[in-house]
């Protein structure tokens, strides 16, 4: 729907574009049909050129007529275009959800109905302390992902996903040349690490994660021709990490927990730190205007799954103080910024 400006005078000009915002913000309907046509791989299915509805139905498996009236919505937004003789055929946006695509961003848009059925009681999240996800589910987010293989299965492409848009990102942005030896704490499969590792071949490092984890990140490590250069460690940040990094990388970690908890792991890495050494936090990082900020908009899918949440600079300067270290850069990177910090 869209409000018709022609037929508004002057005095309604401002109504009416406000009219048409909220009915581009308040649809929830195109945020799930783009991740069904995700999890159907339409967009891999049209890699070699247009094809009808009916046609594409065939092989992802399913109903043509319903599909056509999916496809033909999309393509307002540009996902999708549609010629004369109704084919649809890849715009750049949908191209980028190929599993093909170099820079493929179709992880972060796979249909998770777990998360779905969370934010659709995010109210209650916002009545309460508790999460809408353990509203929901009866267990926290973590639980349920242990217990369930196929919502694990999608948050690790997820985190797959964004990692191969950080990982050119964090080395565009930051000097790595005067880190020996980095530490990747939370390195979970070790897909970060092993960019910095590959793109800087006299480095160190050194990947921390949980020893049902840890373990996991041979793999790639080994893949990308670093596992040799690269120590994997079990254990746990809030209780020790390992000692003589000269970079301690935390990426998207402190989003899942709560203020003192990241405090604590802030102290983990103070001791174990190196007077020059310094903290690299790859985080979302709220802004203090008005402006349109990623980092809010990802705050409330925190606030639904869990008890994290984005900060400020600000905020996040006082979680630093509290370990002894200061914030002294915050970096853009065209994804999360980096934040590094310092000793006092």
Known sequence: MTVDTNAATTDETADVAAMNQLVRIGDYVTPI???????????????????????LAEEVGAHGPSLYRVLRALTANGVFHEDRSHRFSLTPVSDLLRDGHPYSMRGMYRLSPADVHAVAELEYGVR???????????????????????????????????????????????????????????????????????????????????????????????????????EIVSGDFFESVPSGGDTYLLKRVFYDFTDDECTRILRSVRRAMKPDARVLVLDGVVRSDN???????????????????????????????????????VIPTGAFPLVEGRAV
């Open 291 to 329: 402006r349109h900020d990623s980092g809010k908009l990802h705050d409330l899918y925190v606030l639904a799954m869990g008890q994290g949440r984005c900060r400020s600079r600000e905020e996040l300067a006082d979680i630093f103080a509290g370990a002894d270290l200061k914030v002294t850069r």
């Open 33 to 55: 049909a783009l991740r069904v046509i995700v999890e159907l791989r339409v967009p891999d299915a049209l890699a070699d050129g247009p094809r009808t509805a009916e046609d």
């Open 128 to 230: 309460n302390a508790e999460s809408a996800f353990e509203h929901v589910h009866g267990t926290t987010f973590w639980e349920y992902t242990a217990k369930h293989p196929e919502h694990h299965e999608r948050y690790q492409h997820n985190m797959w996903s964004m990692a191969t848009l950080e990982i050119p990102a964090v080395l565009r942005v930051y000097d790595w040349s005067r880190t020996g030896t980095l530490v990747d704490l939370g390195g979970g499969t070790g897909q970060m690490i092993a960019g910095i590792l590959k793109a800087h071949p006299a480095m160190r490092g050194v990947l921390l994660d949980l020893p049902d984890v840890a373990p996991g990140s041979r793999t790639v490590l080994e893949r990308e021709g670093v596992l040799d250069r690269c």
